[in-house]
């Protein structure tokens, strides 16, 4: 694809995500050593930074979805195409690469709103027992 968009930056989008992403999977497991420990301005730290991480997350899925609709555009497809058929568009051998990416993206995506939710709960488990029990 010789366009305005070329698969190398739909790459780099997904990439970006990944890495994104990632970030808050480190926050989450150290938020999780800071609830174990009890240690509530650390928590507050760490919640202030995973909600700064959730906007640049979010940024970045847009930019992808800004990338996967200009994509869309370039191949003369609708914006809202299945992205498994616009791959299916880009040179073969680039196809495996955005296939295991985007996969990755969407396999992470899926680990947050689980960790997010056991986060949650062990703070909540954890914060309120401290509260009750003194």
């Given at each position: 694809m010789d366009g305005p968009v070329g698969w190398n930056q739909?790459?780099?989008?997904?990439?970006?995500?990944?890495?994104?992403?990632?970030?808050l999977i480190r926050l989450l497991d150290q938020q999780v050593q800071a609830v174990y420990r009890r240690d509530t301005r650390e928590n507050e730290r760490l919640e202030e930074q995973i909600r700064l991480q959730l906007r640049v997350i979010a940024r970045s899925t847009q930019f992808r979805e800004l990338i996967l609709r200009?994509?869309?555009?370039?191949?003369?497809?609708?914006?809202?195409v299945h992205v498994n058929e616009l791959i299916a568009s880009f040179p073969d051998f680039v196809r495996p690469l955005l296939e295991a990416l985007v996969t990755e993206v969407d396999r992470l995506s899926n680990r947050l709103q689980d960790r997010l939710g056991q986060n949650d709960g062990l703070k909540q488990r954890f914060f309120m027992e401290s509260t009750s029990g003194a």
């Open positions: 739909l790459v780099d989008a997904l990439r970006n995500e990944l890495q994104e992403k990632g970030g200009q994509s869309a555009s370039s191949f003369q497809m609708s914006e809202d």
